[in-house]
């Protein structure tokens, strides 16, 4: 049963009963309890309402709520009976307030210091809050890191009732800031569309400094030295000033930091690739993933009828099995 309704007051801002909440990608500031700053776009504030709307759901599971805007969303609009709240991160001081000042402490659980690539952790959780209870909906904002993503829908996918979703969020914010950053980059220094070299560079330094972790702990610094700016599309707009900032007139320039930055980090696999296996699942087995939707800003994963069992479930594993059935 939904709560509240949402009303939209501004471009950017909308209001859920006495609960205010911001829609921006990038807002500087921090959230109190009267006034949460969501970190999405408008245009996904109203994909997750339609979502929440037709699917109702009882018991929700927030993976990486940061400082618990998205929580508090899901309670204030459709009332989930039990609602856990989980993140690696300790403290989250608006969101307990908010819990205390709605009378959400027995719907609304926080499970602070639970890492989503520890699967045993983020079971406990969850069993802390919902029992045997199954799973409606489980919400995914966490490290937007391959495998520890991986890790945690092995983990909860097999917790969702048949027709469940999951919904794995900001898989293409890399990939997609990259093309952005590539083509504001080529209209300022056109000599980069015919320099791969450096625009491989640029592209794995995008990936990095966008999905790093869900406090965007490398974007942040750049994003205080050249501010946040006022645009539709903040991302593209602080990368392509930093880097002809550091570039300093020069493709050189240019590399020579990229390869600096770039040299410490260790090699990791794409963030994306969590869509394709998905999918190479859903095309052989439509009875463990019924459905999947990819649109730009997430992947809406529906639960199959096959039992799954959460400790065991591997998506690897499935699609070896699948593979092997049909030979």
């Known amino acids: 049963m939904r709560e509240a309704t949402l009303t939209w007051d501004t471009p950017t801002e909308f209001t859920l009963g006495n609960t205010r909440f911001v829609a921006a990608s990038l807002e500087p500031g921090q959230s109190t309890p009267e006034r949460f700053l969501l970190r999405k776009p408008p245009h996904m504030v109203d994909a997750y309402a339609a979502l929440l709307e037709d699917l109702r759901p009882d018991v929700v599971v927030d993976l990486g709520i940061f400082d618990g805007a998205c929580a508090a969303f899901v309670a204030k609009y ?5 609602l856990a709240a989980i993140d ?25 210091g639970v890492d989503q690539a520890d699967r045993d952790s983020v079971l406990r959780a969850v069993d802390a809050a919902a029992g045997e209870q199954p799973v409606d909906l489980v919400i995914d904002d966490a490290s937007h890191l391959y495998h520890p993503t991986m890790t945690s829908f092995e983990a909860l996918f097999p917790r969702l009732r048949s027709g469940g979703r999951f919904i794995i969020e900001d898989w293409a914010i890399g990939p997609l800031a990259s093309e952005r950053v590539q083509r504001a980059l080529i209209k300022k220094k056109p000599k980069l569309k015919h320099d791969s070299e450096t625009r491989t560079l640029i592209h794995e ?43 300093d007139g020069s493709l050189d320039g240019l590399r020579s930091f990229l390869e600096d930055f770039l040299a410490p980090l260790p090699p990791r696999r794409p963030f994306a690739d969590v869509v394709l296996e998905l999918l190479r699942l859903h095309a052989i087995g439509p009875d463990i993933i019924t459905d999947i939707t990819v649109t730009e800003w997430w992947v809406e994963v529906v639960r199959g009828p ?15 099995r699948k593979m092997r059935m049909r030979c």
């Open 306 to 320: 096959q039992p799954l069992h959460p400790r065991d479930f591997r998506v690897g594993e499935g699609l070896g």
């Open 78 to 82: 459709c009332a989930p009976t039990t």
């Open 88 to 112: 690696i991160l300790e403290s989250f001081p608006a969101l307990d307030e908010f819990v205390i000042s709605h009378g959400l402490e027995e719907s609304l659980t926080i499970h602070p």
């Open 205 to 247: 330094f995008v990936l990095r400094t966008t999905s790093a972790h869900t406090d965007f702990e490398l974007l942040d610094p750049i994003a205080e030295a050249v501010g946040f700016p006022p645009t539709k599309d903040p991302i593209t707009s602080i990368l392509t000033t930093f880097l002809l900032q550091v570039a």
